[in-house]
């Protein structure tokens, strides 16, 4: 059971619940032992002609009573105990969002979203199978089990007992060796799932490019080999439950005819009466439930084990950017940067994404970044907006070296438009007030006519209460893009990173946007990260940057006029531009 370690502290935080459960659960089945020794002296009193009406009305009257008391408790069991297994997984899921959201984006590089959502469903109710269902079949396994082999013992013969009960090593002996099989096989089962799941939500979330390149048989071949692997896990886990409940029930079997046989001529022999005989063989039918709940209870704990094993696994995941213990008090940005001789490899890989990176930013200036794919300009965003972590003396905000700023106060006064607009499944007006500034209707519209998606949003039926779909798939690209610029500005960022935003829109468009961020940017620093040049021009400072190192530093004017790589780009755009014009 240590496996269960971590929810400890729920079942401590409910152990009222549970322990109500369990006496009800208790009140139940001891309300059931009285129906067999009625049904025997029943059956004694017809056997012997000695009973009444009157005495039948009071058996009959007790029957109905001990079957009203049956159900009250069994609902009480059922709110107390079933109850708590889902305020667990409740619990429990709320646990692993909020500690997934804490890890750091290498992370989520590593693991697969299907595989992450499989935890999530089928892994937590695997949890809440075995701390619900499983306590109710383990406490009827235990108690049941133990009254009832009393109540047989004490009322009826001991010696018909012990034989009947002969098969009973032999069946402890089954449970223990499946059970072990049962870990086993259920783990890859639900490691099966999770390839299963991670398919088919690769697959639905890029539909549009499966579609576009005509990919739909070959897409339904690669599933139907996950979906089969997931079937063969399973047959393969059946295939030892199918023997084990067999099994199970075969053994429960030899005691009802070892109770028939050796029974039957305790009765000729008269060492039992007829009524003794009918009660100890209700009691054996009774206690068959508790021996085929000792099969289920260890199914159930032994696949609850097993997936919490692989929650275990995330949970144990420790995230690699956090507050360090040397963190400044510091809630507000200026926006100086400077760059120091950054070095940066990423995890698991041999060659440096950038090297010896020398530059600064003075506050509310405007930086501009130019250089080819790959060239490092993204990593250097994301060491700034620290989703990885750059050595210590090596960046530096206002002067204090970036890991002594508290991780909230960075994100909260950096506005980031990433290149991938992720949009979610909501509202324009919450996608663009998902930072939850509150800002008021009149803010947000400002913000989006700075963006230049003003215009677009009005012309939509629900305007700002209109459903983006999912990744805002309903809207165009330059669309989505002008969205993340205004969700960036309505954070009002000391410092804004624009990486390669402007793509999508057309030129026109793209002077007045850089036309409006100057004048809202004006006390504040933005980097500005684009292949096109047209973006940059107007920028204080450009820095060219190829693999992973700074080639040239400088304004346009000062750039455009000497060798190297950004003149040949310049000069490249510029002739692009003239066959377009001409064209």
């Known amino acids: 059971m240590n496996s269960f370690f971590r ?29 067999p020794r009625l049904l025997g002296q029943l059956t004694d009193g017809l056997a012997t002609f000695q009973l009444t009406s009157m005495d039948l009305v009071r058996f009959i009257t007790l029957i109905v009573g001990l079957s009203i008391g049956i159900a009250v408790t069994r609902f009480l069991w059922r709110i107390f105990v079933m109850g708590n297994a889902r305020k667990l997984e409740f619990t429990l899921r709320n646990m692993l969002f909020q500690h997934l959201q804490s890890l750091s984006t290498n992370f989520f590089n590593q693991h697969k979203t299907g595989d992450l959502m499989a935890h999530a469903t089928n892994d937590i109710q695997a949890v809440r199978m075995a701390l ?15 009254i009832i082999i ?23 002996a089954v449970v223990t060796g499946f059970g072990r099989v049962i870990h086993r096989r259920f783990k890859i089962v639900q490691e099966a799932f999770s390839s299963l799941s991670d398919r088919v939500q690769e697959n639905f979330s890029g539909i549009r490019v499966v579609k576009g390149f005509a990919q739909e048989e070959a897409e339904m071949e690669r599933f139907s080999v996950v979906n089969q692997k997931n079937v063969d896990t399973n047959m393969h886990l059946i295939k030892v439950w199918g023997l084990f409940m067999p099994l199970v029930q075969f053994l429960s079997a030899l005691s009802f005819i070892i109770a028939l046989g050796y029974g039957g ?13 009918v009660a100890f063989n209700s009691y054996l039918a009774m206690l068959t439930w508790p021996m085929l709940a000792i099969g289920w209870v260890m199914n159930m704990i032994q696949r609850g084990k097993a997936s ?5 696994a995330l949970f144990d995941e420790q995230p690699e950017i956090y507050n360090d213990e040397d963190v400044l008090p510091i809630e507000k940005l200026q926006g100086d940067l400077e760059f120091r001789h950054l070095n940066f490899t990423y995890p698991g890989s041999d060659e440096p994404a950038l090297q010896d990176i020398t530059f600064t930013v003075p506050g509310g200036s405007t930086l501009g970044i130019l250089g080819r794919t790959g060239s490092g300009k993204t990593t250097l965003v994301n060491l700034l907006l620290r989703l990885y972590n750059p050595q210590r003396g090596t960046v530096f905000i206002d002067g204090v070296d970036i890991r002594k700023i508290p991780l909230e106060t960075l994100r909260q006064q950096v506005g980031y438009v990433p290149q991938d607009n992720f949009l979610f499944s909501t509202t324009i007006r919450s996608n663009i007030d998902f930072a939850d500034t509150k800002r008021s209707e009149a803010a947000i519209e400002d913000y989006t006519k700075l963006a230049q998606v003003y215009d677009n ?4 039926p629900k305007k700002f209460d209109t459903l983006v779909g999912e990744r805002g798939v309903t809207l165009s690209g330059g669309q989505k893009q002008r969205l993340s610029i205004a969700r960036a500005l309505v954070k009002e960022p000391s410092i804004l990173i624009m990486d390669d935003s402007l793509s999508a829109v057309d030129t026109e468009t793209e002077e007045a946007i850089l036309s409006n961020l100057k004048s809202v940017m004006a006390s504040r620093t933005t980097i500005l990260i684009a292949h096109r040049i047209s973006t940059l021009k107007q920028a204080d400072q450009i820095v060219v940057i190829d693999e992973g190192k700074v080639l040239q530093q400088g304004t346009h004017d000062d750039l455009s006029q000497v060798p190297g790589l950004y003149r040949d780009l310049w000069e490249k755009q510029l002739l692009e531009e003239e066959i377009d014009s001409v064209g």
């Open 150 to 172: 009393a109540m047989m013992v004490r009322t009826i013969d001991w010696r018909l007992t012990v034989f009947a009960l002969l098969p009973l090593p032999f069946m402890v």
């Open 308 to 312: 919490m094993d692989r929650l275990n």
């Open 132 to 146: 619900g269902p499983g306590v109710v079949l383990s406490t009827d396994a235990f108690f049941l089990s133990t």
């Open 265 to 277: 001529i305790m009765v000729i022999d008269g060492t039992i009466s007829l009524g003794d005989f």
């Open 7 to 35: 929810l400890k502290p729920f079942v401590r935080e409910n152990k009222l619940y549970y322990i109500l459960g369990i006496l009800a659960l208790i009140g139940t089945n001891i309300l059931q032992l009285f129906i």
């Open 457 to 460: 949003i009005a012309e939509f």
